[in-house]
């Protein structure tokens, strides 16, 4: 029997080779062929064996990629991915399937990428010695082209079309897509630009404009088979984007790249080198990334090395992705103008020859060091004071065009809060782990020191100590507590947060779950949310809503920093949102930004699919609303209160008995005998973000609470009758940006279907929401909720 397994297992691993390895000398691959993501697959080859299609795996990473490189050299050159570059698992695959193209799926069969969705028949496919794999028809026409879609790169004899693109990737190891943009645009110009990525809108005030326009235009982007980029015109001349006489001669591969960094660079290699060598540089556009503004994040500080960006969040920021260099710095103290402020409780952190241009809400000339210091310090908006030229300017965050330059005598002077000892953020929230981390220091640091023999023996006791030590903590719980929640946040007494919040006297909010309290642990403001009491049946509840709590990781939730589950007590512990709820924000005096609205928009939507999607064990929110979503130091939206529905007792609903949520953002299905799904949230967001469109509330009582406009009523009206300008207050910045207005407000309108069913996924919000799909005209919204 075993023989007969063996012989089994043997003839399919043949068998999958062959299928795998269907390509031909001329590089051709046939329909059915598919390739495996596993370390040193056989990828499929151009004739000359220049060029490959298959699976890498980027530096540092245990993930694949699916990509073409260039074959023949060591570091294997990536020029093509797929959009977004997504990562796959060991064991995913890509296949060649007639009619649908290239089809990428993980180890589970489930699709994450494919090249076309077409109906057309496919004869083979094509790695061609240029580096473009062409998918060809039956009638040798081509269905779909690598070229038609480049990720970073333009290789020669590829064209870029008006409405054409190159988007960088975040890193050089990291191939999400990035900050940067190079675009063709429709009236024919060339330029680099950024991308707000929350929202997905191209910001078309170029930092860097070929400058080729005067009186034809643009037709196509040239990258010739000599290696020379150029623009033609549509009146046939053309404009030399290659210097003349620049590209070397010989035998050279070239590429022109956006990188990662926001610089256009073309670059060559020898191909008939023996030797490692680096990629030289015939070219590049602007040649001073810092001075554009646009090298770094918010926050950021870039410097110039070489022609290239270098990018420091100075001392008191962190970033906000550790892995994206060039991203926003979030700082670790907030100026706010809370009750108690005193100008004694700061002091300055001095940086040479930084500033943040742009970033200033005053200024005052003539000045000295001392009184711009003095300045800044009582006043409670002032993060930042730049000295320079006997002018002080003073800024508040988030700090944009960030630069250091050595050459410019200026002085940057950052706030912090004293009694830290250093300037803020340096020590953890928690320090229990990190006085376990430098115990088990300070005991390797001794076994190091000692004989082999001792060693033996105090590895022996020490191993012996900890395995009872271990089991001495399975079975200890705090006094009066239940059992431990089987989470890794750190545990917390009701004592120990009683003293952290000053006996909760600072009332941050109150809510259907309990009321939010300000604290500090370890110098770091934190919200502790004091839960009403949770019912008996409830407390086995708690541990996994809890558990469940703490297994998520976005940038939209806000995170849960501990806990405590002590006798009757049960608190979570929140990052504090400096902020505060977007209900503040958007029901203020002032009318926020439309921009910041519609950022603010996108990335609730990313936090609510995340929810529904991505989470292992799928949450419900049950109560999205403004009060609901925090707004961090930069205002991006924080989803609170998630997975905590179910702790809510059904009698201290704040709105009919039975029902969790919010007067004015219930779902229908909420008043009827039906299952509740992730439907009622999105029916929540689509309120929510008709509210954000017109900064209005969802229902408004008037006359004793006889009369009630609600506001899903109002919008149909309004986008049926076309009076937009009336929906959202003659808001102009929103009217300027008409179709997005639009865009937004039908979307809003799908989301508040009264059938369940015809409600879009959140998903499928962002797409409709970034344009990445269209969005098809909404029937009417049921009227039914102007009954509750």
């Given at each position: 029997m075993a023989a007969e397994i063996s012989l089994l297992l043997c003839f399919l691993t043949i068998f999958v080779h062959c299928v795998a390895a269907q390509q031909t000398n001329n590089g051709s691959v046939s329909v059915g062929a598919l390739l495996t993501a596993v370390p040193d697959a056989k990828p499929w080859l151009s004739p000359s064996g220049e060029f490959a299609l298959g699976f890498q795996q980027p530096q540092g990473n245990d993930s694949f990629l699916l990509s073409i490189w260039y074959d023949k050299i060591p570091d294997k050159t990536i020029i093509w991915y797929p959009k977004d570059g997504p990562l796959v698992p060991r064991g995913s695959k890509?296949?060649?399937?007639?009619?649908?193209?290239?089809?990428?799926?993980?180890?589970?069969?489930?699709?994450?990428?494919?090249?076309?969705?077409?109906?057309?028949?496919?004869?083979?496919?094509?790695?061609?010695?240029?580096?473009?794999?062409?998918?060809?028809?039956?009638?040798?026409?081509?269905?779909?082209?690598?070229?038609?879609?480049?990720?970073?790169?333009?290789?020669?004899?590829?064209?870029?079309?008006?409405?054409?693109?190159?988007?960088?990737?975040?890193?050089?190891?990291?191939?999400?897509?990035g900050r940067f943009q190079l675009r063709l645009r429709p009236q024919g110009d060339l330029i680099l630009h950024t991308v707000d990525r929350f929202i997905g809108d191209s910001n078309d005030d170029s930092y860097?404009?070929?400058?080729?326009?005067?009186?034809?235009?643009?037709?196509?982007?040239?990258?010739?088979?000599?290696?020379?980029?150029?623009?033609?015109?549509?009146?046939?001349?053309?404009?030399?984007?290659?210097?003349?006489?620049?590209?070397?001669?010989?035998?050279?591969?070239?590429?022109?790249?956006?990188?990662?960094?926001?610089?256009?660079?073309?670059?060559?290699?020898?191909?008939?080198?023996?030797?490692?060598?680096?990629?030289?540089?015939?070219?590049?556009?602007?040649?001073?990334?810092?001075?554009?503004?646009?090298?770094?994040?918010?926050?950021?500080?870039?410097?110039?090395?070489?022609?290239?960006?270098?990018?420091?969040c100075p001392q008191g920021f962190s970033l906000v992705d550790p892995n994206y260099s060039h991203g926003d710095c979030e700082p670790k103290f907030v100026p706010s103008c809370e009750a108690g402020f005193s100008e004694e409780q700061f002091d300055f952190t001095e940086l040479n020859n930084i500033d943040w241009p742009n970033s200033d809400y005053a200024s005052t000339k003539p000045s000295n060091e001392e009184n711009c210091k003095s300045s800044c310090l009582k006043d409670c908006f002032c993060a930042v004071a730049i000295y320079r030229d006997s002018q002080c300017w003073k800024k508040r965050l988030p700090l944009s065009n960030g630069r250091k330059d050595p050459s410019r005598v200026v002085k940057a002077f950052l706030k912090f809060r004293k009694g830290t000892g250093h300037p803020p953020g340096i020590s953890p929230v928690f320090p229990r782990e990190s006085k376990s981390r430098r115990s088990l220091i300070i005991i390797g640091k001794a076994l190091l020191s000692t004989s082999v023999f001792v060693n033996a023996v105090l590895i022996a006791v020490f191993c012996f100590g900890f395995f009872q030590i271990c089991k001495?903590?399975?079975?200890?719980?705090?006094?009066?507590?239940?059992?431990?929640?089987?989470?890794?946040?750190?545990?917390?007494?009701?004592?120990?947060?009683?003293i952290a919040t000053d006996g909760f006297k600072d009332v941050l909010g109150k809510g259907a779950f309990g009321v939010v309290y300000k604290g500090v642990i370890e110098t770091k403001p934190v919200a502790v949310k004091k839960l009403d009491t949770v019912e008996q049946h409830a407390q086995k509840e708690f541990k996994i809503e809890v558990n469940s709590i703490a297994r998520t990781h976005h940038k939209n939730l806000v995170q849960i920093l501990g806990y405590c589950d002590d006798g009757d007590q049960r608190?979570?512990?929140?990052?504090?949102?400096?902020?505060?709820?977007?209900?503040?924000?958007?029901?203020?005096?002032?009318?926020?930004?439309?921009?910041?609205?519609?950022?603010?928009?996108?990335?609730?939507?990313r936090g609510l699919s995340y929810l529904h999607e991505e989470c292992s064990a799928q949450i419900i929110h049950c109560d999205i609303k403004p009060q609901n979503i925090l707004l961090d130091d930069c205002?991006?939206?924080?989803?609170?209160?998630?997975?905590?529905a179910?702790?809510?007792?059904?009698?201290?609903?704040?709105?009919?008995?039975?029902?969790?949520?919010?007067?004015?953002?219930?779902?229908?299905?909420?008043?009827?005998?039906?299952?509740?799904?992730?439907?009622?949230?999105?029916?929540?967001?689509?309120?929510?973000?008709?509210?954000?469109?017109?900064?209005?509330?969802?229902?408004?009582?008037?006359?004793?609470?006889?009369?009630?406009?609600?506001?899903?009523?109002?919008?149909?009206?309004?986008?049926?009758?076309?009076?937009?300008?009336?929906?959202?207050?003659?808001?102009?910045?929103?009217?300027?940006?008409?179709?997005?207005?639009?865009?937004?407000?039908?979307?809003?309108?799908?989301?508040?279907?009264?059938?369940?069913?015809?409600?879009?996924?959140?998903?499928?919000?962002?797409?409709?929401?970034?344009?990445?799909?269209?969005?098809?005209?909404?029937?009417?919204?049921?009227?039914?909720?102007?009954?509750y």
């Open positions: 890509v296949e060649l399937i007639n009619r649908r193209g290239l089809v990428l799926s993980d180890p589970q069969g489930r699709e994450i990428w494919t090249s076309a969705s077409n109906s057309d028949d496919i004869a083979y496919g094509l790695m061609n010695d240029t580096g473009n794999f062409v998918l060809v028809a039956s009638d040798s026409s081509r269905i779909w082209e690598s070229f038609g879609y480049p990720a970073d790169t333009m290789l020669p004899t590829q064209i870029l079309m008006k409405g054409g693109e190159l988007e960088s990737k975040k890193s050089r190891t990291n191939f999400s897509v860097y404009n070929f400058g080729f326009i005067d009186d034809d235009s643009g037709e196509r982007v040239i990258f010739n088979a000599t290696g020379y980029l150029y623009i033609l015109r549509t009146d046939g001349t053309r404009f030399d984007l290659t210097p003349r006489n620049a590209v070397p001669s010989g035998n050279y591969y070239h590429r022109a790249t956006l990188d990662s960094d926001g610089v256009f660079t073309q670059y060559y290699y020898p191909k008939d080198s023996t030797n490692d060598t680096d990629w030289k540089v015939v070219w590049l556009v602007p040649t001073d990334i810092c001075e554009t503004g646009k090298g770094c994040g918010l926050n950021n500080v870039c410097s110039l090395d070489d022609n290239r960006s270098t990018c420091e001495l903590k399975s079975r200890t719980t705090y006094p009066g507590s239940s059992k431990a929640v089987e989470t890794t946040l750190p545990r917390f007494t009701y004592q120990e947060l009683v608190l979570l512990i929140y990052e504090y949102m400096s902020n505060g709820t977007l209900a503040f924000y958007l029901f203020g005096d002032v009318r926020p930004c439309w921009k910041q609205r519609s950022s603010i928009v996108v990335g609730i939507a205002y991006n939206p924080k989803i609170a209160d998630f997975g905590l179910k702790l809510l007792k059904i009698n201290e609903s704040r709105t009919h008995t039975g029902i969790r949520g919010t007067k004015g953002y219930l779902a229908p299905e909420w008043f009827r005998n039906t299952p509740v799904t992730v439907n009622v949230d999105v029916y929540s967001f689509g309120v929510l973000l008709l509210q954000i469109i017109s900064c209005r509330k969802s229902v408004v009582f008037e006359n004793d609470n006889e009369d009630m406009e609600v506001l899903t009523d109002l919008a149909w009206d309004c986008y049926h009758e076309g009076r937009l300008d009336e929906f959202v207050k003659n808001d102009l910045e929103a009217l300027n940006d008409y179709k997005k207005l639009v865009t937004f407000l039908m979307v809003g309108l799908w989301c508040v279907q009264e059938d369940p069913s015809s409600r879009p996924a959140m998903r499928k919000v962002i797409q409709m929401l970034e344009g990445e799909v269209g969005v098809n005209e909404p029937p009417c919204p049921s009227p039914f909720s102007v009954t």
